[in-house]
């Protein structure tokens, strides 16, 4: 996502580069969020500036939403990660409108050792690269050590838990890992873990090819710009053939010119991002209009995150009165207009295992817990509690959510807490988020696959730490700094867990561990929204979120 690899430092450290990819993705979905009115015409582009919708099979597409790069090895931003979806193939997918993980690349799932190391991967002999490649284990092997090897933003999905790969037989992949990890197959269904042609690509510490794509998927890269991308139907793909006959897709630099354009018939499709005000008026002449609104849940959290480390916060009973504090439907309804969800844990409630640990044990906006609480740790009016939170200054729903948390909790507790709402700008925060500057942020996390686990390790692990929290690890980088040896070991545990529901009781515990302790409060969870024209059909957002491009077709 543009510069901001630069925040986090050593390139080496694999929970220095996670919050590269939070960051940036929300200022990609929400940064024009309440910015912009809805009948305003920027200068950048006009509404009749955009063609409009395709009348042959090919689809228009519309979004504020850019790609960096479109190298597998690089890529690690939603918009990339959906283009190489549509582009390349993986060893294992999802079936679509499912969370049921199956072979794609693959022809079985992975026969795994005893000792849960080795993964031993049947593989397809029928499949063809664009540029003729014939598809087998060393393709395979080749674009995964590249993957691990050239050292882009995502490198260290696999190369923390790879030890070796291995072309074991012309179509058997052999994978040995460093440590026993259960998610590892729904790890292998990353986006950028897709075949690459050795005939294009080479391995070589930040040998990248930002704009050309050659695999095996179901299109081929067409054309790649700033302003527009296109991608035509694989003749040769070895699977499903597109319903369409291409994807055009214009790239907007505001979301009041996606807005107009769409609503006036220039796009087949409009997704990503739109304001809230613009989502309601798309919903409320949804009939008239002729178009169709797609509403879907999302995994994407956002959370507080409250360091430990500074003072009052190191008592666990401030950091349950903050829970107790916080009002979610309040901000669903001010902020975001009714579309979000209020979110009661880390891991999102689409995942059978989610919990709501949080509203068990605080409820929302329960201030009679709050002043118990406070009044244990020693707080009053005449000694009152202030609790400083901070955001990135690009952020406006963070804004408001900010200043709705402030009026709230100052409303229902006068004297007794006072709420200071700071900001400062992104790059900045986030470069100072692990070295302990700010007691409170606000902040998002987008899961890199679709597994639990991606919402556990990066919150509650810590590699080294003691009695004054946690010195590095994912923890540190998250601004919590929390440190606890039983989570450590709960976190290994369910990592190392085959059988799912003995893994989904070790889950539990960890949630009721984040509950007691408090390192951060689940606040929203996001919904994600993709506009229709009437004649487009097979418009769908995945559980797992991505967005099927070749299933959409005209008529």
Known sequence: MNVLASWFGNRNRPWARQPGRRVAQFVGLFGLVFAIALGCTP???????????????RITIGTTLTARTLDPADAYETFPGILLYNLGDRLYTYEPGTTNLVPQLATAMPTISDDSLIYTIPLRDDVTLHDGTPFNAEV?????????????????????????VEATAEHELTLTLSAPFAAFPALLSFSGVTPVSPESYEIGSGSFSPDSFVGSGPYKLAAFTSDSIKLDPNPDYWGETPANEGIDIQIFTSAANLYNTFRTGGLDVAYQTLDPEQVTALKREESDGGWEVIEAGTNVINYMSLNQTIEPLDDVRVRQAIAAMVDRPLINERVFQGQAEPLYSLIPA??????????????????????????????????PLTVEIWYPSASTPRSIVANTLKESVEAA??????????????????????????????????????????????????????????E???SQANGSFYYSPAANDLIAQQRAEQDPVARQAIIAQLQ?????????????????????????????????????????RRG
């Open 43 to 57: 200068n950048d582009q006009t509404a009749t500036d955009t063609p409009g919708a395709a009348v042959d099979g």
């Open 140 to 164: 395979m092997a080749f674009s995964i050590q590249r993957f691990m090897e050239n050292g882009g933003r995502p490198a260290y999905l696999l190369s923390d838990k790879i030890a070796s």
């Open 350 to 383: 689409s995942f059978d295992v989610a919990e709501p640990v949080f509203k068990e044990a605080y409820g929302d906006g329960n201030f009679a817990k709050v002043e118990d609480l406070l009044t244990e740790a020693g707080f009053s009016e005449t000694n």
């Open 413 to 470: 507790l006068p004297g007794l807490v006072t709420v200071n709402v700071q900001n400062t700008e992104g790059a900045t925060l986030w470069e100072n988020v692990g070295k302990g500057v700010y007691p409170i942020i606000l902040s998002n996390w987008y899961p890199d696959f679709y597994d639990p686990d991606t919402f556990i390790q990066p919150f509650l692990g810590c590699e080294t730490g003691g009695p004054n929290g946690c």
């Open 472 to 474: 590095a690890g994912a």
């Open 512 to 552: 009721e561990m984040m509950a007691a302790d408090v390192p951060y409060v689940p606040l929203w969870q996001n919904k994600d929204f993709v506009f229709a024209q009437g004649d487009i059909n097979g418009v769908a957002i995945e559980p797992t979120q991505q967005f099927l491009l070749w299933q959409i």
